[in-house]
Nanobody, 128 residues
Framework: QVQLVESGGGSVQTGGSLRLSCAAS????????MGWFRQAPGKEREGVAA???????TYADSVKGRFTISQDKGKGTLYLQMNNLKPEDTAIYYC??????????????????????WGQGTQVTVSS
């Protein structure tokens, strides 16, 4: 059974940093698209960053220059380095993976429909 488990969330002050990790188990880490999403109370889930198997990345405009997505295929782990955090970054952060049928050469996407497997989420709280 495929599982994605996030860790690294917590509470920080404005301007602080956190590093989220997502460990994959139950399958070989070979999904062609991995991503981070977030959902704040009362808001829809939104894409934050995504990376394809060629390490091409894409980011939401709101996090460009502050967040960095990366992956270690050998360890089967996805990361999200978050710097200069703002109160509006407060949300539950989810790791997600595409199905194996997605072509590896496709550019990364932040569309929810492109992701088939989801983690349980980790809370990030940024106080002013």
């Amino acid at each position: 059974q495929v599982q994605l488990v996030e860790s690294g969330g917590g509470s920080v002050q404005t301007g602080g940093s956190l590093r989220l990790s997502c460990a994959a188990s139950g399958y070989t880490y070979s999904r062609n698209l991995m991503g981070w999403f977030r959902q704040a109370p009362g808001k829809e889930r939104e894409g934050v960053a995504a990376i394809n198997s060629y390490n091409t990345t894409t980011y939401a405009d709101s996090v460009k220059g502050r967040f960095t997505i990366s992956q270690d295929k050998g360890k089967g782990t996805l990361y999200l380095q978050m710097n200069n955090l703002k109160p509006e970054d407060t949300a539950i952060y989810y790791c997600a993976a595409s199905s194996n049928s997605r072509p590896s050469w496709w550019l990364p996407s932040l569309r929810l429909a492109d992701f088939a497997v989801w983690g349980q989420g980790t809370q990030v709280t940024v106080s002013s």
